[in-house]
């Protein structure tokens, strides 16, 4: 099947146009609002968006709940993967946050792409900054890992 996706980011806010090509060769569209807290969620969701990510979708650890940037549900091999992209690291406050939220993650058997499968899940970690910007190819490489 075919995928060709239009995404305008516009005040936080992102119209998600796919539209799908069949076998049998018919057209099926379809659109959605993302609303986002920044321009790099919305280049991560539009990259992943073959994967079928869940924006935000609560995630309780430990008794508290936070809510991972995108989840990804694999039916086929039954691994759960959590995208996390920093875009603010460079901030002492959102990287303090980040660091805990990571340590939450670890405790709670969430291991970090590259590391091993993690009993709960698979945490995937990208970051831009002013000056690195967003890496596509960064992107596109994590993608081929767990497609």
């Known amino acids: 099947m075919h ?5 305008t980011h516009y005040f ?6 796919v539209s799908l090509f069949n076998s049998s060769g018919m057209i099926v ?13 919305a280049v991560y969701f539009k990259r992943n968006i073959q994967l079928n990510p869940i ?25 759960t993967y959590y995208w996390e992209h920093c875009g603010m690291l460079d901030n002492e406050i959102y990287s303090s946050k980040w660091n805990k939220k990571k340590k939450l993650y670890e405790k709670n ?4 792409l590259g590391e091993g499968e993690g009993e709960n899940g698979i945490l995937i970690f990208t970051s831009d ?19």
């Not at 379809?30 to 609303?35: D, G, H």
């Open 12 to 17: 936080f806010c992102s119209i998600l146009t």
């Open 55 to 79: 924006y935000e979708e609560q995630l309780v650890l430990a008794d508290k709940k936070i809510t991972p940037d995108f989840t990804i549900k694999d039916d086929d091999t039954g691994k």
């Open 129 to 147: 900054s002013k000056d690195k910007g967003i890496s596509i190819p960064e992107i596109d490489e994590i993608i081929n890992k767990i497609i």
């Open 109 to 112: 058997g969430i291991k970090l």
């Open 29 to 41: 569209h379809f659109s959605r609002t993302l609303c986002s807290l920044s321009n790099g969620q």
């Open 3 to 7: 995928k060709s996706i239009l995404i």
